[in-house]
């Protein structure tokens, strides 16, 4: 089984609640055309402290370079059989997570 088949179906557990990833869909990114995002851990459960998205990127879309004040943000980029084309990295410092992308490119 694919590691990728986990994250989208399998289940996420906190210290005070199970959630089951296959029933949280994926969004529309609310600043970029073309990403989705599936919601693993969010800032609720954390009290705003970090979030764990799943992203899918459409063909032809960029990921384009943002920064998340006050909190940290991990990003698992998923594809089937399509590569993506990864310029780009993630600083973490502290409350403050950066995503630094010349281009994340989905063909």
Known sequence: MKIITEFVNGK?????ENLASRETPFTAHPKFAGISLKHLV???LTNGQISCHLVKIEPHCTLETHVHEGNLEIHEIIHDDC???LSGF??????????????????
């Open 90 to 107: 993630c600083r973490a410092e502290p409350n403050k997570s950066s995503f630094l992308s010349k281009n994340i490119l989905g063909y």
């Open 42 to 44: 969010t800032g609720r």
């Open 83 to 85: 590569p993506h084309i």
């Open 12 to 16: 996420i557990s906190t210290a005070n």
